[in-house]
Nanobody, 121 residues
């Protein structure tokens, strides 16, 4: 059974770098033809796809976030991470990590419970 758990600071100041980690258990990040995703849901808004890293290590980013986003992984700990630079209050959202068979989009087979990140001075 695949399980995902997000972790990271819940509060950061504007212009800081938002950094989150997703720990995967029950499956290796390098196995199969999967994409490991970051999604977010701002308050009162719909789910957004931020980016993905495939089992090959290939990364894909949403054009809306590409300039500020970096997704990478540590295969020794089976974790993948999100860095979103120059955070603003508009980045306040519940952030989820998930696994999908597709590179982009909002669908997922399994998703973490999510972690709230607030950007505020």
């Amino acid at each position: 059974q695949v399980q995902l758990q997000e972790s990271g600071p819940g509060l950061l100041k504007p212009w800081a770098t938002l950094s989150l980690t997703c720990t995967a258990s029950g499956a290796s990040l390098t196995a199969g033809n999967y994409y490991w995703r970051w999604l977010r849901q701002p308050p009162g808004k719909g789910l957004e796809w931020i980016g993905s890293i495939g089992s090959s290590g290939r990364t894909i980013y949403s054009p809306s976030h590409e300039m500020r986003t970096h997704i990478f992984r540590d295969t020794s700990t089976n974790r993948f991470a999100l860095q979103l630079s120059s955070a603003t209050p508009e980045d306040t959202a519940v952030y989820f990590c998930a696994r999908s068979i597709r590179g982009d989009g909002l669908d997922f087979e399994v998703r973490g419970q999510g972690t709230l990140v607030s950007v505020s001075s």
